[in-house]
């Protein structure tokens, strides 16, 4: 019996043909989708108003022949669901949470309220299972295949790794995080990230100049959501160009010098090409040029 997942369209609007596109590219990998009819209704710029959203988000948790709920992409919305989950009801039926960017506000959410998340490419993605080139095509099938992995039960994962400055060559601590602006926009709200005790913060980004980067990092640094966090992991900045002659390394450095903690990149998650899943809340474990997670 095939992997059943459900799709949910909780922030942006987007358009049909790359869902059904995305469908596709799933259901080459053998997963049944289940797709409500309409998947979206728009408002505005959203897939659908408030109400719609999550109403379809808790449709999805609630099917019985489910055994995963995902976003088809992120955006923008996802935030203005959280007062309106019921989240005992989704605990009375837990299903894992995947996706990434705007949805890492739903993850974090998820995680704390002791359900499975898992931060990875959503379901538009998969439309490059059918169309990109082979060798885009075999990086994409890695981690979707991962993502479905973890899924079904949880695999061990190893991630390149490498020291920005000096940092502990060995260092363990719960996964958390995810898209920087989007989590900088939760400071002083009553979604608030907070980082875990001894946690490694994975960080990533796109589009965003480097002087925004760095009002991002600032402000969850002065919000205090890093206060209890071990290290910092920067994945992908795709398409964040260079501002004047700043190197990128130095400003984050800087900006987390109050901390004191560490900060490592080179993971191979976010925006672009290379996306891969982790576990939200998984401990992951640092040594030299890579971050191990255990299944």
């Not at 993605?125 to 991962?146: C, I, K, N, Y």
């Not at 709200?189 to 875990?196: E, I």
């Not at 998984?282 to 255990?294: D, E, T, Y």
Request: charged letters at 15%.
């Amino acid at each position: 019996m095939s992997l059943a997942i459900s799709l949910i369209a909780p922030s942006s609007v987007t358009d049909d043909d790359a869902v059904a596109r995305g469908i596709q590219g799933l259901a080459s990998l053998g997963v049944t989708v289940r797709c409500p009819k309409p998947l979206q209704c728009p408002t505005r710029y959203l897939a659908g108003s408030r109400e719609w959203r999550l109403a379809q988000l808790h449709a999805a948790c609630d099917d019985p022949e489910t055994q995963a709920v995902w976003a088809i992409r992120g955006g923008y919305g996802a935030a203005q669901l959280l007062d309106g989950i019921d989240w005992a009801r989704l605990a009375a039926n837990p299903k894992p949470l995947v996706g990434y960017s705007d949805v890492t506000v739903l993850l974090d959410h998820w995680h704390r309220h002791g359900l499975p998340a898992l931060h990875g490419p959503v379901v538009k993605a998969a439309a490059g299972l059918l169309d990109a080139s082979p060798a885009e095509r075999e990086v994409l099938a890695r981690q979707f295949e991962e993502t479905l992995a973890l899924i079904e039960g949880g695999i061990a994962l190893t991630y390149p790794l490498s020291p920005w400055g000096e940092a502990p060559a060995l260092l363990s601590g719960p996964l958390a995080g995810g898209n920087l602006t989007t989590l900088a926009s939760l400071v002083g709200t009553p979604a608030a990230f907070s980082a875990p005790p001894g946690a490694l913060v994975i960080l990533e980004d796109v589009g965003e100049p480097w002087y925004r980067l760095e009002r991002a990092l600032w402000q969850l640094v002065q919000g205090g959501a890093l206060d209890r966090a071990a290290a910092v992991c920067l994945g992908t900045f795709e398409g964040c160009p260079p501002w004047g002659d700043a190197r990128l390394e130095a400003i984050l450095l800087e900006t987390l010098a109050p901390l004191g903690i560490p900060l490592y990149h080179g993971l191979p998650v976010g925006h672009g090409l290379h996306n891969r899943p982790w576990r939200y809340g998984a401990i992951g474990h640092i040594s030299p040029g890579r971050l191990a997670v255990a299944g």
